[in-house]
């Protein structure tokens, strides 16, 4: 992947883009000129993700689960229905996930830790979902590039069934990876993260034990992004297609 150009610093005033509403003209449409229920999208019959009952299964949890090799979630996600959560415009599957224990030195052990957020903006018109993928990518990448440039790359566009999309990753004590994409009148949101491998951090030398002998994590930087982009989200994609009961 090659090396982030600096997205445009914006006020975090862009954050109101999450909360804002399509405009509307004079005579009740949106700026784009759907109805408000949101019929008019080209070729989609319009429903509403906003009715959909919230769940982890809504963004194939599972399928994260059996790439990324986490086997436990000390409590039960957190999934948020529209209008609660920290945000009330989206529907979210957030919390901790933790990966098998190992023994770090005889009679010590430990369990690496990560936390995965998945979340759904649903939006009443192209335009409007236009304006909240923006308005993240401003306020939540261009503040990670900022505090971590150094270590920071990204994925511009790429290839996939949604009108945009963005993916990048850092390091900060363990890797974090976000993806967002646009797809019509609504907005995805992955943000996942894990501490360092135990094989970098506790490798023990004078017992002859060498970088990656304790590896916990069967992934890398590079394989995980590219599970993400080629197999995970357009998944993902697709599945509020048929959960919308549209059709490509």
């Not at 963004?59 to 948020?80: I, K, Q």
């Not at 192209?126 to 308005?135: H, L, M, R, S, V």
Request: with cysteine.
């Amino acid at each position: 992947m090659r090396n982030a150009s600096r997205l445009p610093t914006i006020a975090l005033l862009t954050s109101a883009l999450l909360v804002a509403t399509a405009c509307t003209t004079d005579n009740g449409n949106n700026e784009n000129g759907n109805d408000d229920n949101g019929d008019g999208l080209p070729g989609l019959p319009a429903m509403a993700l906003a009715d959909l009952d919230a769940s982890c299964d809504m963004f194939l949890e599972e399928m994260a689960e059996d790439f990324f090799g986490y086997v436990d979630r000390p409590n039960p996600p957190v999934e948020s229905p529209y209008g609660s959560g920290i945000s009330p415009h989206s529907i979210s599957c957030e919390g901790s996930i933790h990966w098998a224990e190992y023994e770090m030195t005889p009679g010590r052990t430990s369990t690496p830790k990560g936390n995965l957020w998945l979340t759904v903006y649903p939006t009443e018109s192209i335009a409007e979902a236009e304006e909240t993928y923006q308005g993240r990518l401003e306020f939540v990448a261009d503040r990670h590039q900022d505090l971590y440039g150094e270590d920071y790359f990204f994925e511009e566009n790429p290839a996939g069934p949604w009108d945009q999309a963005y993916h990048y990753a850092y390091e900060n004590r363990g890797d974090r990876y976000y993806f967002f994409f646009q797809a019509d009148d609504f907005v995805v949101e992955l943000s996942f993260n894990h501490g360092q491998d135990p094989s970098e951090r506790y490798s023990d030398h004078s017992q002859g034990a060498g970088p990656g002998e304790w590896s916990v994590f069967d992934f890398d930087r590079d394989s995980a992004s590219q599970f993400l982009i080629e197999d995970y989200m357009p998944a993902v994609h697709q599945n509020f297609l048929n959960l919308l009961d549209r059709t490509e």
